[in-house]
């Protein structure tokens, strides 16, 4: 048998820790969420704070990978960048943001890890592709495995989860559509040129309903929330996006898929530490479903794609 070569294996590993610390700065954004809450600061503020700060990351890399011989955009892709802009990041950072102040950190973060069976449950809807068994009986897994953490929050949180969990259902599902719409163009785009674009138009849709809903006296905020809304921007939105592709390149999209698995883990923990947020037994074995059905839908798909 062919032993790896140490560079590869070095590659691989370097990849791997990028794809790890992109999972974590992604679970950390409920986090800082929550915190700002304390401050009473509304969603929309607190999202136009956040893309705000993220808008001059996005223009540079823009700028950066528009390079002379680059093909210009046609109308039909600029179109899917702007449809793809409002419902990836803006529609679903809003839902999110939204649903955050009804539910805990941790059921947030495992409603949102759905998405690859929603993904899954697109293709079957609009590609007609037949569901696997082993597909089924991973996407029951899931779901019942958000079962257990929903009945654990309603009871602890009250009569408000429900709607929390469906806004953020809701911001799942929008980013699922997000990543069916991707596989179409960001070949054509380039993927560093792609993202840049796809999130300057998710800044211009915040920034637009908030001038349109709110004063701009209300982006005057206490001083935490700055602090706050900047580590959104720069830990859990501008350098996880980087990391994370930088890992996939190096890893490849499967083994990334397995590794984020680590994300809803991390944002129960950092929950638990930062927000107090209750770390219960029902908690754990609910995560531990939704993570060994999501990662073998994962599994199921990368191996199909």
């Not at 791997?16 to 009473?40: C, D, E, P, Q």
């Not at 953490?149 to 980013?175: I, T």
């Not at 991707?182 to 070949?187: D, K």
Request: a positive charge; glycine letters at 8%; charged letters at 10%.
């Amino acid at each position: 048998m062919q032993a790896s070569h140490p560079a590869a294996t070095g590659g691989r590993f370097i990849g791997a820790g990028l794809v790890l610390a992109a999972a974590i700065a992604f679970s950390a954004k409920a986090i800082f969420v929550k915190l700002a809450y304390r401050y009473h600061v509304d969603p929309v503020t607190q999202l136009a704070l956040r893309m705000l700060i993220a808008l001059p990351f996005f223009l540079a890399a823009a700028a950066w990978s528009r390079r002379a011989d680059a093909p210009s955009l046609g109308r039909r892709q600029w179109g899917t960048v702007i449809f793809l802009g409002v419902i990836g990041y803006y529609l679903a950072s809003l839902f999110d943001f939204l649903g955050l102040q009804y539910v805990s950190a941790g059921l947030e973060r495992l409603v949102l890890f759905l998405y690859p069976t929603l993904v899954v449950l697109i293709g079957v809807v609009r590609f007609r592709r037949p569901i696997r068994r082993s597909e089924l009986a991973a996407l029951l897994l899931s779901y019942g495995g958000i079962v257990f953490v929903f009945l654990h929050d309603l009871r602890v949180e009250g009569a408000d989860v429900p709607l929390g969990a469906a806004l953020v259902f809701g911001s799942a599902l929008a980013y699922a559509i997000y990543l069916v719409g991707v596989g179409e163009v960001v070949h054509r785009i380039g993927t560093l040129r792609f993202t840049a674009y796809v999130l300057t138009v998710s800044c211009a849709a915040v920034v637009t309903q908030f001038l349109l809903t709110h004063s701009p006296r209300d982006v005057v905020q206490p001083k935490p929330v700055y602090a706050l809304a900047a580590a959104m921007a720069i830990v859990s939105t501008v350098m996880p996006a980087f990391l994370l592709t930088a890992g996939i390149r190096r890893v490849g999209a499967r083994t990334a898929s397995m590794i984020s698995a680590v994300g809803p883990v991390s944002t129960l923990a950092l929950a638990a530490i930062f927000l107090q947020e209750p770390f219960s037994a029902v908690q754990i074995f609910g995560a531990a479903l939704v993570l060994i059905g999501v990662v073998t839908v994962s599994a199921q798909r990368n191996k199909t794609a």
